[in-house]
Structures are given as C-alpha cells and as structure tokens.
C-alpha cells in the first residue's frame, strides 16, 4: 500500500531523467529504458542485481509445495517456478523511515551508450 496515494510510472522517471540531465525528452526515455531493460535481463539471466544505496534484485527457486482454493478449500499443488526478490540496501531503509530523506545523485555522468548509476551517502 502506498502511504502517499501515489504510484510512479515509467513516465515519471523518464520526466525525472530528462529534469535532471541535459538530454531530450526521447533520449531520457531511451536512457531510462536501457537501465530497465538491463537490470531486467540480469535477472531473467538468473543474476544478481546490486545497486549501490539502493537494493539487490535476486533469483529465488520456490520449490512445489500444496496450496489451498480460498473459495473451495481444496488443497492444490503449486509447481516449483522462480521469483524475483528485492532486498532494500541499508541507506534505502534510511531514507523511507527518515523524517528528511537522505539525497541521492548521479556521481559520474553518462557516456554515449552507458548509464551510469551512482550515489552518495551522507557522513
């Protein structure tokens, strides 16, 4: 459940790319959807994702186990398949539960055809 009502989209980050670098609005969506696109294929692959002050994105092997109908009550078995887990990073939690939210930006810039992906923490 969202505490504020509101949910970001892909519009959003793609609007917040293009706020804070000097890029047009099409090259920040481009750039906001090669980061996603590559952190999704990382973790189709089975790899692990580590974004620093951010979270790691993990591969979980759920094994078959018995499930129940909430309707009928009749127990079904659920096959063993995969999921995605996401692990908040320590200065993640931080900020959610900070009264002022610690800051975060970009420490390297871009170069043509990489996303560069950084932080800061405070000291």
Known sequence: MALTGKTVTRVDIYDAVYRNVSLSRVESADMAELVLKEITDCIARGETVKLSSFGTFTVRKKSERLGRNPKTGVEVPIA??????????????????????????????????????????PR
């Open 80 to 121: 063993p398949h995969l999921v995605v887990v996401f692990k908040a990073s320590a200065i993640m939690k931080k900020q959610v539960n900070a009264k002022r939210p610690v800051s975060v930006e970009i420490v390297d810039p871009p170069r043509q055809g990489q996303a560069a992906i950084g932080s800061t923490s």
